[in-house]
Structures are given as structure tokens and as C-alpha cells.
């Protein structure tokens, strides 16, 4: 490929455009939008895995809009009535299709990897010490997924040069990906879960320690790779027969990985061992991805332990330890009475530090939510008012000590919590401590959270 005439296409053709959507898109939904990329654990800067996973997500929308402007491409030669007169050549008809490919393919790859690095730089400013090697195949399927789209989308306008492919191509990659982005996530159960990982988009990310199984990015490499070579062919091919010959490359492709990919969905994502590795201080542990949160968590965590087991004796919890466990969304943890779970993508553990920390940390520790909170669920947010009570008895306060501040939605509620509290602190200092306890069983029982803990408290009975 002569370098000058690529420098001279990239100059005045169309195709440095899906690079530049790709890379503007993606950057503006990022850094224009406060969505949910910017909360947790799993945000597109806090990990590696997740980043790469982010900027792969969008390509539910970007994979099909590549596939059409590469038709749009690869209308040029139709619209200017050039077909005949450049079929007459003396070049091969391959080196003519390299020209147009690879002008395109050279800034998608430019701005899906300009897109990467503004992440990758995000996350290496960040705290997390952690770098794993399983989010490169993620990355780099993805690009490979542009890629292929563009040069398949410039040979499906070469093999039917009407103004309608472009718009018709679109609009059929997009339905498809959505649906079976859909049965991803288990909503369209009909439609085959190996079908479904033929869309390179993949699901945004909500648990941190999750990535793709090894076998989900060699069949999608595979496929890919077959659907590149096949809209190489039809960019080529001059014949009919030569047309349909093309097509086998991503018949094989799609074969191919549908053979490898796991045969049940929830082998789609698996766990990063290495990350879920934990790392200790004393009774204190945390996942090695989080390991920058261990010196204060350990410190806060001794004091913490030492004020729970004050209150609760025997029955308080010996260690601290971060949640790894893996559920569905509105699922419930599963809690044991010796250890503290701690999650970071609590909101009320996320921004506590200091005494704020220790004082979350005991209220974990006594009255322990069943509902997980992060940023996508709220559930065990109703408990916060037990807690607080729980937390403020156990450190000595003279007034309750709300974990949360409250707001007009939660008035009613921090109203009953301070009648409760007055309820409680009148009682004899025995049975004080007997009602805590109590509240902590109620808590590790997963009762009615709100209703249970609140009679356990001030020592109601429950209609």
C-alpha cells in the first residue's frame, strides 16, 4: 500500500470519520453524563477490567454505526459510477480493497485505542495498585470488532451498491445486538445463550472481581476475525459466485465460536481469581484489588471489633472482611455472625474515613444489612436508622448519631429512629445491652429489616 496515496485518502475521504464518532461518542457520554460508569467499585476508573469493559459496552450502539458508515464508504465508487472503470485496472482486485480497508481501519483503531488510554490513564492516576492482564483480550476484541464491522459493512455496499444499505445495515446489526444483548441479561430466554456472545457489546459492568471467561474472547476473536475476512472478500470479489464464496469465512467463523463459547450463560463472566486474592492485616482482609484500602480499614477495623465485642461478648464478630460474593441484583448477602462484611460500593463505607469509618464499621457490626446497598440498589438503606442507633449506644453517644444524613424523603423515618432511641436509653443499662444484642440477631435472621430491628430496639411487639 503506497504510503502517500493512504495519507491522500485519510485527507479527503470520509474515512477517518468512525474513528472520530467512536472517540467523541464514547468521551462525551463519559465526561458529559453522571451515570452510573462514575459510581462504585465497577467504575470505568476505578479497575482495569472494569474500564475495558465499559468502553466495550458501548459498542451496542457503535459496532452497528461503524458497519453503516463503512457501507457509506464503500458507496463511493457506485456513486461516482467509477465500478467499471476501476475494475479495468491492471491491479488485482485484493490491492485495490486494501486501499479503502485499511484507511479505514486505521483510525477506528486510532480512536477506540485513544479511547483506551484516556481510561487506562484515569485508572493508573487512581488508588488501586492491581494490574491484571486479563482486560488487554478485552480491549483489543473490541477494536478488532470495529474494525471488522467497517471493512464488512464497505463490502456489503459493494456487493449491493444502494443508498439503502447503509441505513438498512444499521438498523439490522442494532436490532439484533439489542436483542441479544437482552437474553444476556436473561430476558429473552428463547433465544440461544451462545447466540447471544456473537454481539461483541458486553453487559455494563456491577461487580468488580468479574471478567470474560477466556473462552468468550477466543470464540469472539475467531468470529470476528471470520467476518472481517468475508467483508475483505466482498470488497474484492467481482463476480456473483465470488460474492457467495464470501460469505464462508464468517459462517466458519460463527461455527467456530459458537462451539467454544460456554454453553451456560453464567460461564460468560467469571471471576478474576487473582483480584479476589485476599489480603490481611490481622483480623482485617481485603481483596488484593483493593488493597489501598487496607492500612486505614485495618486500623479502623481493630477499634471497631473492640467496641462489638464490648457490647455483644461471645457473640460478636472476630474479623472484618470484604464481600466477595457473587449474586444477582435484589439478591440478599449472606451473613455469618463472626465476621463483618464490608463492601465497598456502600455508599456509607465508600465515603466514610476516620471515626466516621469506625462508627459504619460497628454498625455493620451489630445490626449488619441483608439488602446489599450499592449505587444501583437501595434496598438496605431502610436499616440505617437501626443501625444508627445501634452504633451510637455501643460508642458511648449522648444523642443519636445518624449514619446518613437525612433528607426530606427519610424525615418520618429518622423521627420514629429518634423516638426509639429515647425509648431504648431510658431502659436499665442491662437490658439496654440485652436489646442490642437482640437487634443483632433480628439482623442476621434477614427478618423485616425496618419492623424487626426497630421492635428488637425499644422491645415492642410485632403485630
Known amino acids: 500500500m503506497n504510503g502517500r496515496v493512504l495519507g491522500a485518502e485519510l485527507k479527503r475521504s470520509a474515512a477517518p470519520w468512525p474513528g472520530l464518532v467512536v472517540l467523541t461518542g464514547s468521551l462525551a457520554i463519559f465526561f458529559l453524563i453522571d451515570g452510573i460508569w462514575w459510581r462504585g467499585t465497577a467504575r470505568w476508573t476505578a479497575h482495569w477490567t472494569p474500564m475495558a469493559l465499559w468502553t466495550r459496552s458501548w459498542?451496542?450502539?457503535?459496532?452497528?454505526?461503524?458497519?453503516?458508515?463503512g457501507a457509506v464508504y464503500g458507496?463511493?465508487?457506485?456513486r461516482s459510477r467509477m465500478t467499471e472503470l476501476v475494475a479495468t485496472t491492471p491491479r488485482p482486485a485484493w490491492r485495490r480493497a486494501t486501499l479503502p480497508a485499511g484507511a479505514m481501519a486505521?483510525?477506528?483503531a486510532s480512536g477506540f485505542g485513544l479511547l483506551t488510554v484516556v481510561g487506562a490513564v484515569r485508572v493508573a492516576l487512581g488508588p488501586t495498585t492491581y494490574l491484571p492482564l486479563s482486560w488487554l483480550p478485552i480491549s483489543l476484541v473490541a477494536l478488532l470488532a470495529l474494525v471488522a464491522a467497517a471493512v464488512f459493512g464497505?463490502?456489503?455496499?459493494?456487493?449491493?451498491?444502494?443508498?439503502?444499505?447503509?441505513?438498512?445495515?444499521?438498523?439490522?446489526?442494532?436490532?439484533?445486538?439489542?436483542?441479544?444483548?437482552?437474553?444476556?441479561e436473561d430476558k429473552l430466554p428463547s433465544v440461544p445463550s451462545r447466540l447471544a456472545l456473537l454481539s461483541p457489546a458486553t453487559a455494563q459492568p456491577r461487580q468488580m472481581l468479574l471478567t470474560l471467561s477466556p473462552s468468550v474472547n477466543l470464540g469472539q476473536a475467531l468470529w470476528l476475525l471470520g467476518l472481517l475476512t468475508t467483508g475483505f472478500a466482498l470488497l474484492s470479489a467481482a463476480r456473483n459466485r465470488a460474492r457467495l464464496l464470501a460469505a464462508i469465512p464468517a459462517l466458519a467463523g460463527a461455527v467456530l465460536a459458537l462451539l467454544i463459547f460456554p454453553a451456560d450463560a453464567r460461564g460468560t463472566y467469571v471471576v478474576d481469581k487473582a483480584a479476589a486474592a485476599m489480603v490481611c492485616d490481622g483480623p482485617v482482609c481485603v481483596t488484593?484489588?483493593?488493597?489501598?484500602?487496607?492500612?486505614e480499614l485495618a486500623a479502623r477495623g481493630r477499634e471497631a471489633l473492640s467496641r462489638i465485642r464490648d457490647t455483644l461478648g461471645e457473640q460478636a464478630p472476630t474479623q472484618i472482611r470484604e464481600n466477595t460474593e457473587l449474586r444477582a441484583l435484589g439478591d440478599q448477602r449472606e451473613l455469618t455472625g463472626d465476621t463483618v462484611l464490608v463492601d465497598f460500593d456502600d455508599p456509607l463505607i465508600a465515603e466514610a474515613s476516620g471515626d466516621g469509618l469506625t462508627r459504619v464499621l460497628v454498625a455493620q457490626g451489630l445490626v449488619p444489612n441483608c439488602a446489599a446497598r450499592t449505587p444501583w440498589e437501595s434496598g438496605g438503606l431502610a436499616d440505617v436508622p437501626a443501625q444508627s442507633?445501634?452504633?451510637?449506644?455501643?460508642?458511648?453517644?449522648?444523642?443519636?448519631?445518624?449514619?446518613?444524613?437525612?433528607?426530606?424523603?427519610?424525615?418520618?423515618?429518622?423521627?420514629?429512629?429518634?423516638?426509639?432511641?429515647?425509648?431504648?436509653?431510658?431502659?436499665?443499662?442491662?437490658?439496654?445491652?440485652?436489646?442490642?444484642?437482640?437487634?443483632?440477631?433480628a439482623a442476621l435472621s434477614c427478618q423485616d429489616e425496618r419492623a424487626a430491628l426497630t421492635a428488637a430496639l425499644t422491645g415492642e411487639t410485632l403485630p
Request: glycine content about 2%; aromatic content about 6%; overall charge positive.
Open 154 to 184: 464497505m463490502g456489503i455496499a459493494r456487493a449491493v451498491p444502494s443508498v439503502l444499505t447503509p441505513p438498512a445495515l444499521v438498523l439490522t446489526l442494532l436490532m439484533t445486538c439489542m436483542l441479544l444483548q437482552q437474553n444476556a
Open 106 to 108: 486505521i483510525p477506528l
Open 389 to 441: 442507633i445501634a452504633a451510637s449506644w455501643a460508642l458511648g453517644d449522648h444523642r443519636l448519631e445518624p449514619l446518613q444524613k437525612p433528607d426530606a424523603y427519610s424525615q418520618h423515618a429518622w423521627e420514629n429512629a429518634e423516638a426509639s432511641w429515647k425509648k431504648l436509653t431510658v431502659l436499665p443499662p442491662a437490658e439496654q445491652r440485652s436489646r442490642i444484642a437482640l437487634a443483632h440477631a
Open 288 to 295: 488484593r484489588a483493593n488493597r489501598s484500602h487496607l492500612p
Open 75 to 78: 458507496l463511493r465508487e457506485s
Open 59 to 69: 459498542l451496542l450502539y457503535w459496532w452497528p454505526l461503524t458497519a453503516g458508515l
